[in-house]
């Protein structure tokens, strides 16, 4: 079972590489959690039909994943950002610069916290 979380975030990465009718149904499931019944409704077909194509995507998009690693790369960045800024806090507590220390660790941790 994927983590319902995960697949939103990987969604939005990759979702555009499905076809019209596969994002269209992840997005009904994911982001406006439509059961698969009120999905099938919609769209006119059955619920099986509705659970296979989503079952599809999401291996889709975890296979983007793991060949891609886009959502691995931005969390090493965001976290090597992140602890960056923590040693610049660290360091403006000794340092004569401490407010273009603390200017540059609060412009770090906004881009970290803009990553996701």
């Keep these: 079972m994927i983590d319902r979380n995960l ?25 406006d959690d439509l059961s698969l019944n009120e999905i099938a409704d919609n769209q006119g077909i059955s619920k099986q039909a509705v659970s296979v194509s989503i079952k ?5 998009i975890m296979g983007f994943e793991q060949e891609l690693k886009m959502y691995e790369k931005t969390n090493k960045l965001k976290n090597r950002l992140l602890a960056i800024s923590e040693e610049l806090d660290e360091l403006s507590t000794d340092c004569d610069g401490r407010e273009i220390i603390m200017k540059a660790s609060n412009d770090i941790r906004d881009l970290a916290n803009k990553i996701n």
Excluded: F, H, N
Excluded at 12 to 27: E, N, R, V
């Design 7 to 31: 697949m939103v975030i990987l969604l939005d990465y990759y979702g555009k590489l499905l076809s019209d009718k596969q994002y269209k149904t992840m997005i009904s499931y994911y982001y």
């Design 56 to 60: 599809r995507a999401e291996d889709k």
